[in-house]
């Protein structure tokens, strides 16, 4: 990573490169960030798939929602390839189906729809209310000592996540509920390109959205033997936001059973303006101590 400028990786990732050549698919490759498990991180391939669907849209076309399934592990040491079928363009949507792929097998796959933005109904669920401000968790945190796993994966992220809280790696702090509040904003400048920012915002959906599963049962990211994989994700779109300024991901799981658990999130500007709504599956396996 740079050490002049944080979001270099960021910025690596979501640049997709283009034969410029289409036969019934658009074809783009992408790199990937290197991560200390070996596996690519699925908030970078849904940011990719965003990006690719997105280059093969009108240019007053705008993602509000997309559906994605995690299908195979993929290897950060290596780029993807990424496929983009132009489903459909009607007079105000189209979609796209975008998958992601390593060694010709598909890792990711997804279908978006994009949107020609009309004036319409207007309204929204109000920020939570009573949660400390980022600056004032980010005091706290800095006074917790991090396993050096976690402290080399948070250092080399170009995300800034802070726990409202206190975070899981280690252990669990306070109740063991089934909701969590996370400030987060990309450690830098990411310009002025609102297309960028809407795929940074996928990348950043991934982060910690899984840990409302492990907090309700006081489960540390670092219990033994612990194995969770992201199954699906969904994402919408609602109102558009800049991810290098401070974002509230408000959290919760209504349910896990079967090995399988569910997360819901709500992100805000810091004005309280709700900008995109998540879900996500996960696979959780807990070995018995």
């Known amino acids: 990573m740079s050490g002049d400028d944080p979001l270099t990786p960021l910025r690596a990732v979501l640049d997709l490169t283009s034969s410029g050549a289409r036969t019934t698919e658009d074809i783009f490759t992408g790199r990937s960030h290197p991560m200390p498990t070996g596996r690519i991180f699925g908030g970078q391939v849904l940011a990719q798939a965003i990006i690719a669907a997105d280059r093969t849209t009108d240019d007053d076309r705008v993602p509000h929602s997309m559906h994605g399934y995690f299908l195979r592990a993929g290897d950060a040491n290596r780029p993807v390839t990424l496929s983009v079928d132009r489903i459909h363009d009607g007079r105000s949507f189209s979609t796209r189906r975008t998958q992601a792929f390593q060694d010709g097998v598909p890792i990711f796959s997804m279908i978006a729809s994009f949107e020609r933005e009309d004036p319409g109904l207007d309204h929204q669920s109000g920020i939570p209310e009573g949660i400390l401000s980022p600056e004032d968790a980010l005091h706290r945190a800095e006074s917790v000592s991090l396993h050096p796993l976690s402290q080399r994966v948070l250092s080399s992220s170009p995300i ?93 799981s209504p349910s896990a059973r079967a090995g399988r658990g569910l997360s819901s999130g709500r992100i805000f500007t810091r004005g309280g303006e709700l900008v995109a709504s998540v879900g996500q599956e996960i696979m959780v396996r807990v070995p018995e101590q």
């Open 160 to 252: 800034e996540v802070v726990h409202a809280e206190g975070a899981i790696y280690d252990h669990v702090p306070g109740a063991h509920v089934a909701q969590q509040n996370v400030w987060m904003r990309t450690k830098g400048s990411l310009g002025d390109d609102p297309a960028l920012h809407r795929a940074a915002l996928a990348y950043m959906s991934d982060l910690t959205i899984q840990e409302s599963v492990l907090r309700a049962h006081g489960i540390a990211w670092s219990y033994p033997g612990l194995k969770v994989a992201s199954l699906d994700h969904a994402m919408w779109w609602h109102r558009p936001a800049r991810v290098d300024e401070w974002l509230l991901y408000v959290q919760n």
